[in-house]
């Protein structure tokens, strides 16, 4: 199986927007357009098939904080050959700060329990309703001389615990031409669950 040389959880993540459309809702259309510019229909499409859970909306949430998924487990995979549905991957912990509601950005910062970073990230965006959100973070990531740019998606219900039906996913949105082999395919990627349903707040 391929892994991806950027953390030990092996994420490599997209976006895709899930969305129900009503004509009425000027602004609900201008949201599903932002996310849709951002993530990529082809990204988009990519996470829909894995089961990535939309909640964007015309509210921003307060999502800063850390979090920390103890218990990592794959949910679903396209990747060809990978590790089987179930397996648990490295605890991760995510941080988001420096939101601004406004432009629907924030800062970021993410790692795994080796302390290895997830990568410099270079865009942001993110959504909700109430207190469900999506966030989407594109980053870059190397393996030796190579680089790429993946996607780590975010959904769930903030809480003051944490994030409720915590979901990430992480898709390759640009291998650079993969002339190594070192990554997988773009488009492809993973998504994980915490394992008790709850992103624990620190």
Do not use: W
């Not at 990592?72 to 912990?93: R, S």
Request: with cysteine; charged share 20%; net charge negative.
């Amino acid at each position: 199986m391929k892994h991806l040389k950027i953390l030990s959880l092996a994420l490599i993540l997209t976006t895709t927007f899930s969305c129900n459309k009503d004509d009425s809702d000027d602004q609900q259309e201008d949201i599903d357009q932002l996310v849709e510019n951002f993530v990529t229909p082809n990204l988009i499409a990519s996470l829909q098939q894995l089961g990535f859970n939309f909640n964007d909306g015309d509210e921003q949430p307060d999502i800063s904080g850390t979090f920390q998924y103890s218990t990592h487990i794959m949910q679903a995979t396209n990747v060809e050959n990978d590790a089987a549905i179930g397996t648990a991957f490295a605890t991760n912990t995510f941080t988001f700060s420096n939101l601004n509601p406004e432009n629907r950005t924030f800062s970021f910062s993410g790692m795994d329990s080796s302390g290895s970073s997830f990568g410099n990230a270079t865009d942001t965006f993110y959504s909700g309703t109430g207190n469900d959100f999506s966030a989407y973070v594109k980053f870059t990531v190397t393996s030796g001389s190579e680089t790429a740019i993946a996607l780590l998606a975010v959904s769930g219900t903030i809480s003051e615990d944490g994030i409720l039906n915590a979901q990430d996913a992480v898709l390759m949105l640009d291998n650079m031409g993969n002339p190594t082999g070192s990554f997988i395919e773009n488009g492809k990627g993973r998504l994980f669950e915490d394992g008790d349903g709850t992103a624990e707040r620190l």
